[in-house]
């Protein structure tokens, strides 16, 4: 039935001026903007919508964007350059930088303003 459809994801913010900025100055993505929403634009085409929910946004308590990169050691190391704070879960193997090497792909975990959880993922 939807096997055609060009589907997309989406998740809320409590503020879109600030998504916007740090989805376009921080992680340097394509964001367009149509009657008070966010679209960011990813790599291979893809799209997410991001919406506002003002003061009843509640972050996600899972990842809602995964960023498969080639190197996730420089991927942590730009980030954090930018100023943005790599998360760390009790229980995981995180080295130094806070990159998870405790079995799968190396992954880092971080959020944006809004609370949302993102990572990068080595590919």
Do not use: C
Not at 19 to 25: I, L, S
Not at 28 to 50: K, Q, R, Y
Not at 57 to 62: E, K, L, V
Not at 69 to 89: H, P, S
């Amino acid at each position: 039935m939807f096997r055609d459809a060009p589907a997309f994801s989406g998740f809320s913010v409590d503020d879109t001026d600030t998504a916007r900025t740090f989805y376009t100055e921080v992680l340097g993505l394509d964001v367009a903007e149509e009657h008070g929403m966010l679209t960011l634009h990813l790599g291979g085409g893809g799209t997410v919508l991001v919406y506002p929910k003002g003061e009843a946004h509640r972050p996600a308590t899972f990842t809602v964007l995964n960023f498969p990169v080639a190197d996730v050691e420089a991927a942590v190391d730009a980030l954090t350059a930018r100023g943005v704070e790599i998360l760390r879960y009790p229980g995981m193997e995180h080295d130094e930088r806070g990159i998870m090497r405790g079995g799968g792909p190396l992954i880092a975990w971080f959020s944006d303003p809004a609370g949302n959880v993102l990572s990068v993922l080595e590919s």
